[in-house]
């Protein structure tokens, strides 16, 4: 992998020495995507440090696209790219959505824009992006993983379409976590 200022890293040590939870998504335009990395970014640090585990997000653009989408989805955990998709294939992630697209009435808890809001504003940041590119191979489906130390795979979870990806919540409790709460509704504690 590749981090935001182009320096490679061996995939593995993202995970040999602590537990990590590994997210790959489609690509950084992708509507979806970014809706759930801005709740991945609600993920306290605290939270992840009490239990030890890193949190780690891979696109498959150049790594160049790193700090915009850190920027955009306010994101300040760790980020890298996988620019020829290599793992990817290794992990077995689909190309396209065949026969699986979702119907409007597929709602995922991270994702707030209907399609064709989404797909709007995802073709909009790509055509006002200093360099018009789609920042990825737009057909790749991304996952979910937790992995080490060393060789362990605790979780995965191979996204079947855009709407696919695994709730965050259930992330983290299977990483040993504490839930996050996503709502952005004020809570009454007392009255």
């Not at 997000?57 to 989408?69: A, D, R, T």
């Not at 409007?104 to 590119?133: C, E």
Request: glycine share 8%; proline share 5%; with cysteine.
């Amino acid at each position: 992998v590749v981090d935001a200022d182009g320096k490679k890293i061996p995939f593995r040590a993202l995970y040999g020495e602590r537990k990590a939870i590994v997210v790959f998504v489609r690509n950084f335009l992708c509507y979806t995507c970014k809706e759930y990395v801005e709740d991945l970014a609600k993920v306290p640090k605290s939270f992840l440090e009490d239990a030890n585990v890193r949190l780690i997000v891979i696109g498959q653009s150049s790594y160049h696209h790193i700090k915009p989408f850190c920027s955009l989805t306010g994101y300040t955990h760790e980020m890298y790219v996988d620019p020829q998709r290599e793992i990817y294939k290794i992990l077995g992630m689909k190309r396209g959505e065949g026969n699986n697209i979702p119907g409007t009435s597929v709602q995922s808890p991270h994702v707030k824009s209907n399609m064709l809001l989404g797909s709007i504003k995802s073709m909009w940041r790509a055509m006002t992006s200093p360099v018009f590119d789609f920042q990825g191979d737009p057909a790749q489906q991304g996952g979910t993983l937790i992995l080490g130390p060393g060789n362990e795979v605790h979780f995965l979870h191979l996204d079947k379409h855009r709407l696919d990806h695994a709730p965050i919540n259930t992330v983290l409790q299977l990483a040993g976590i504490k839930t996050v709460d996503f709502t952005n509704k004020f809570q009454i504690i007392d009255i």
